[in-house]
């Protein structure tokens, strides 16, 4: 048995098959590659990584089955997939995860050909454990799946909590003890124990609150933005993508550093010279047909808007989020002795989804002295109506206005 001083549970008790994937060179690379991404760009004390996270997750994962009675091979499969759920992710976690999808097919979840080329799945064999079933697990299937991946999974409960504490950000604060004590399987399903309605709801308060805050931070969306331009440009120069999918943080960003189209963008990351917010715009100001672009209308607007500005094509990105989710309002909460999903029982969730399309915001970036010309184009280009006019393609009973910044990222 290992013990770990954590910033967030203190000690954690690492044993078994956990403790002898921890120093494998696959979880071992999680050191090097930051939870949060460009986010520290905005909050400088926000550099935990991956390895962090996966023994907070690991922890909770072993405070669970004990609460909930899990014990034998079962539970240590389930403490594999916790210890190992995140070996699947590209550098910077999320940031360059679509630009690695697009090119592979994979997404960090799918972990078997990572398995597969390590000495994973001999460490597994040693306990008696299948690969294949550890993978599932992480990919939220089985009985005990949503343990680690679902609507009540550990592995939430711990990057709340872990992400409010690093960047000194509040909101992200919930009773996490609590929300384990109160874990059931009911029929085969993972629910919340009767009389947690409020319990259920703080993951949905606490997730509402820190995505405009810290997740989706103009300033981190502009990194984060600026990063997969520049790991596309790196496939594009020859970088294989699979290769990409393994790199570290640190790996990237010498990747960039070191080759001649990706330089500019490097450099300014690594000075924080950010671009601009050109254009700004609220969900109601979208016109429908560019709510959900594929990659090659995202680059056909980037090229249309960089010719109606007279700017070179790399000073402009198009930035769309996706349309928000919030796959927390399923989770299943014990009402009367029924199993009810939460979005059935709490008038809250219906407040929180409007809330997530009013935080919503398409934004295009370019460099700060031509950010104000570059707003212009993208208004004309993508059919925005500075002046709140109906247009043709805007939604029915949607107008259109727009915030234009043209300096100052923060």
């Not at 993978?135 to 939220?140: F, I, N």
């Amino acid at each position: 048995m290992k013990t770990i001083k954590d910033s967030v549970h203190d000690h954690i008790e690492v044993g078994g098959v956990a403790r002898a994937l921890l120093d494998t060179p696959e979880v071992q690379r999680l050191r090097h590659v930051k939870q949060l991404g460009t986010v520290s760009l905005v909050y400088p004390s926000a550099n935990h990584t991956r390895f962090e996270h996966s023994l907070g997750v690991y922890h909770l994962a072993c405070e669970a089955l004990s609460q909930l009675g899990i014990e034998g091979r079962a539970a240590e499969r389930v403490r594999a997939a916790a210890i190992l759920h995140d070996v699947g992710h590209g550098p910077y976690s999320h940031n360059v995860e679509d630009v690695i999808e697009r090119h592979t097919g994979k997404y960090h979840e799918d972990v078997e050909d990572v398995f597969a080329d390590s000495s994973i799945p001999g460490i597994l064999a040693e306990y008696d454990l299948d690969p294949d079933r550890v993978a599932d697990l992480v990919c939220g299937e089985g009985t005990y799946g949503g343990l680690v991946s679902g609507e009540l999974d550990v592995d939430r409960m711990d990057y709340l909590v872990r992400d409010a504490h690093h960047t000194g950000v509040p909101y992200g604060t919930i009773d996490h003890g609590r929300l384990v004590r109160e874990l059931r399987f009911v029929d085969d399903e993972l629910v919340l124990g009767e009389g947690n309605v409020q319990t259920a709801e703080s993951l949905l308060v606490a997730r509402a609150l820190m995505n405009p805050t810290v997740y989706s931070h103009h300033v981190a969306r502009i990194g984060k933005s600026m990063l997969r331009r520049g790991a596309e440009r790196l496939i594009e120069a020859g970088t294989d993508p699979e290769t990409l999918r393994r790199m570290d943080d640190h790996d990237l960003l010498v990747a960039l550093r070191t080759t001649a189209s990706t330089g500019g963008i490097a450099r300014r990351l690594a000075h924080r010279d950010l671009f601009k917010r050109a254009v700004w715009a609220e969900l109601r100001d979208v016109p429908r047909g560019v709510l959900d672009p594929s990659h090659e209308s995202v680059v056909e607007y980037e090229r249309d808007v960089a010719d109606r500005a007279g700017v070179d094509a790399d000073a402009v990105i198009l930035d769309v989020p996706g349309y928000p989710k919030m796959t927390e309002s399923s989770t299943r909460v014990v009402v009367g002795g029924e199993i009810r999903r939460l979005d059935e029982q709490s008038p809250l969730v219906r407040t929180l989804r409007q809330s997530q399309l009013n935080q919503w915001r398409l934004g295009v970036y370019a460099p700060a002295d031509v950010a104000d010309r570059v707003g212009h184009a993208a208004e004309a280009v993508l059919g925005l109506d500075t002046d709140g006019t109906l247009v043709s393609d805007v939604a029915p009973g949607l107008h259109t206005t727009l915030d234009r910044f043209g300096s100052g990222a923060e």
